[in-house]
């Protein structure tokens, strides 16, 4: 975890995964680097959010990997789900519910599946493809904690693969034009944003 700048109530936060993602943002605003994955994510939000104070707002930029055919560029998601929790198995178990779709407020029709998998092969691309369009390994646990702590958050994904065979090969040649059009999606859509 990396926090770049000074969070202040008037003023949005951003959260990325990793600097690759980040290479390109020219602001003052803050920056937040979790590391990849849910648990990353999650303490590294709250643990920020928990020190306080809280950001007008958190905005997550980052790569995803598409599941389905003809998917690409800069999508604002609405709705994010866990690919790796079986929520429905544990409420069985339970009778409680885990792992429940997150909608978020600024959000369109988009949906993305988050998941500690960075999704590489062809089965796995089919099975989460039935459920959402994109993957990440991040979006779901930033959702939770940013609606723990009361903050808006709107999740901003980017293509940079297609999710299949070759995706990890895909990524690493493709993070930087990613990178380039978060940067410039966070330009035009971002309150106090200064280039």
């Known amino acids: 975890m990396e926090l ?11 959260v990325l995964a990793v600097k690759e993602e980040a290479q390109f943002l020219d602001t003052e605003l803050p920056v937040l680097l979790t590391g990849m994955g849910k ?3 999650a303490t590294a939000l709250a643990s920020v959010l928990g020190r306080g104070p809280k950001p007008s707002g958190i905005v997550n930029l980052g790569t995803a990997g598409a599941l389905r055919p003809g998917w690409t560029g800069t999508h604002v ?4 789900v866990q690919h790796d ?12 519910t885990y792992g429940a779709p997150l909608t978020l407020p600024d959000g369109g029709d988009v949906v993305l599946a988050t998941g500690d998998t ?22 779901y ?3 939770t904690a940013a609606e723990l702590a009361g903050v808006p958050l709107r999740i901003v994904k980017h293509v940079s693969d ?11 040649e493709s993070v930087a ?19």
């Open 4 to 14: 770049l700048g000074e969070i202040t109530a008037d003023r949005p936060l951003f």
């Open 39 to 41: 648990v990353n994510a």
């Open 77 to 80: 998601v609405g709705t994010v």
């Open 85 to 96: 929790l079986d929520g429905e198995l544990l409420a069985t178990l339970t009778g409680e």
């Open 118 to 139: 960075f999704v590489s092969d062809e089965a796995a691309r089919a099975r989460l493809a039935v459920r959402a369009p994109l993957v990440d390994m991040e979006g």
């Open 141 to 143: 646990a930033l959702a």
């Open 162 to 172: 297609e999710a299949g065979d070759g995706a990890a090969r895909t990524w690493r």
């Open 177 to 195: 034009e990613c990178a380039r059009a978060l940067a410039d999606w966070a330009e035009v859509n971002t309150p106090h944003y200064r280039s």
